[in-house]
């Protein structure tokens, strides 16, 4: 399979504590984005990467939340001290931009639970 | 089946019939659509996208319409299918990255035999 891949699918997280997900995006793709989805809602952007720079930040990622992308491969988000309102679904996407171009590829997901 | 999004969350369409599944956008600027499919615990998977300088676009058994004058979008399935039911999200570019979208709350659609 050659989609967005993501780990761990479950990270269950007691408050306070730090976790880390990771996004392998589709291998030609030089875009990567994270989103953030709650139960119920649609998918809300986070930041996204063209190779290894972060271009843009949305103010619903607090300095508690980092993200990278060392060798414009694969991506990591970090969130330390975690917090209930944390609990959500973290998607990971990816996109081909230059000749042709591709719409935007999300992988299935991190589900955080912070008790 | 018709589904007004926010309005009516949840569409039942018996199988075989056809859906359409409508959302309305707020940027009068957004040049660039897109619909999703979501079913229980997978990521959103892409179905059918269009730019603004069309009005129709056409897939495999999907169609998206787009009305810019009233801002409006819609999905239309063409005989449903039980595989069919799942979320189904618009959703609008907005900034300056193809990627960076805005999306609707979603139109949840159930299929009955």
């Known amino acids: 399979d050659t989609g967005v891949s993501q780990d761990p699918r479950h990270k269950i997280t007691k408050r306070g504590q730090n976790v880390t997900f990771r996004c392998d995006p589709i291998?030609?793709?030089?875009?990567l984005y994270w989103y953030r989805q709650t139960l119920g809602q649609g998918p809300e952007f986070l930041t996204y990467?063209?190779?290894?720079?972060?271009?843009?930040k949305s103010r619903l990622l607090s300095d508690r939340f980092s993200a990278e992308r060392p060798k414009g491969s694969f991506s990591t988000l970090e969130i330390q001290r975690t917090e209930q309102g944390d609990s959500a679904m973290y998607l990971c996407a990816s996109s081909l931009i230059g000749q042709g171009g591709s719409p935007l590829h999300f992988g299935n997901g991190t589900r955080l639970t912070v008790t | 089946g018709e589904s007004v999004g926010l309005h009516l969350p949840t569409l039942s369409v018996q199988e075989g019939d056809n859906s359409i599944i409508n959302c309305a956008y707020s940027n009068s600027a957004s040049d660039y659509f897109i619909w999703y499919k979501q079913e229980s615990g997978k990521g959103p998977q892409f179905i059918i996208d269009?730019?603004?300088?069309?009005d129709k676009r056409q897939g495999q058994r999907v169609t998206v319409l787009l009305n810019k004058t009233v801002k409006h979008l819609s999905l239309q399935i063409a005989a449903t299918q039980p595989g069919d039911s799942a979320v189904y999200f618009c959703a609008e570019k907005f900034g300056d990255s193809w990627g960076k979208l805005q999306f609707g709350a979603g139109t949840q659609v159930v299929v009955t035999p």
């Open positions: 269009i730019r603004s300088n069309m």
């Open positions: 291998s030609e793709h030089n875009r």
């Open positions: 990467f063209q190779n290894e720079a972060q271009l843009e």
